[in-house]
Every structure is written in structure tokens, then in C-alpha cells.
């Protein structure tokens, strides 16, 4: 029976799902947004959001354990350095899961998973003006009003000009 075992095994041994867990982690972290399937990236968020989290407390034991997850001095030293100073204020949700489709020969879900305060599309977008909800007639009757206010004060200028 599968009782408590809640994780997805994505069809791999232990060490294989681990190796490529760890992999998938030091490539987020070095590239800030890596493209994979949707079961890989709901299982990399989960393995990778604690690394995040311990990288905040910068001390020889977080790195430690967070090289012992990763294996890799440059994604550790890129997590302690850049990525940490990014996400110190942050209580949680680093990672951001963006759905692109189907890919073509297997027809499995594919997805991008990124850092969330890394990515300069989303920063940069302008906010957009909002809508009204008035119709057309109502801004139709204020028109002209505005036309007829310098008709007014036209003969104004006219008098002063006498």
C-alpha cells in the first residue's frame, strides 16, 4: 500500500531521481529559468524552495547542507551571492511554474519554471490603464460639452480684445 508516500517518484531509482533533482537545481540557479516537463518542475519547486530558504541564513553550516544537496561549488556560491540577496525579504514562493503547452512527439505537458525576482519580462511590463465601465453613450453626451466650452469663452476674448 502507498500510504504517506506522497511524493512523485517520476518513474526513476532513488539515486537517478536525486542526481537529476540536483542537476535541475544547479541549472535553475545558474540560469534563473530552465524549460521541462510539468512533473519535473512541481517536483524540482519542492526540492529546490528549501535550498532557497536555507541559502537566507548565509553560516558554513547552511552551505554545507545545501552542497550537500547540489554537488556543485558554483551554483552554491551563485545561490549565496545573487540569488540570496533577491529573496531575503521573500517569506516563500520563489519559483514560479509557467505552463507553454504540449510538446510534439510525446504530447507531455511542458512548462518553464524560473526564480521569481529574476525575471526582468515580468518587472518591466507597464501597468495598464484601467477600463471604464461607462458606455458609450454617457462619454458620447460629454463630448460635446467639452466642444461647447471654448465656444464660450471664445466671445470672452473678443470683449477684452475691444
Not at 551563485?78 to 540569488?83: C, D, I, K, N, T
Not at 518553464?112 to 453613450?137: C, G, Q
Amino acid at each position: 500500500m502507498r500510504h504517506n508516500k506522497k511524493f512523485n517518484h517520476l518513474s526513476r531509482t532513488a539515486s537517478h531521481r536525486a542526481a537529476m533533482l540536483s542537476n535541475m537545481a544547479c541549472s535553475l540557479i545558474k540560469h534563473k529559468r530552465i524549460t521541462t516537463t510539468l512533473a519535473k518542475a512541481k517536483a524540482l519547486k519542492k526540492y529546490v524552495e528549501p535550498l532557497i530558504t536555507k541559502s537566507k541564513e548565509d553560516t558554513m553550516n547552511s552551505r554545507r547542507v545545501v552542497f550537500s544537496y547540489l554537488q556543485d561549488k558554483v551554483a552554491v556560491t551563485e545561490l549565496f551571492r545573487e540569488v540570496r540577496v533577491k529573496v531575503l525579504d521573500r517569506p516563500g514562493g520563489y519559483t514560479r511554474i509557467i505552463k507553454t503547452g504540449f510538446r510534439a512527439s510525446d504530447a507531455s505537458e511542458m512548462c518553464f519554471i524560473e526564480l521569481v525576482d529574476f525575471d526582468e519580462n515580468m518587472a518591466k511590463t507597464k501597468k495598464k490603464a484601467t477600463r471604464t465601465r461607462r458606455s458609450k453613450k454617457s462619454a458620447a453626451a460629454e463630448a460635446p460639452v467639452a466642444e461647447e466650452a471654448p465656444a464660450a469663452e471664445a466671445p470672452a476674448e473678443e470683449a477684452k480684445a475691444e
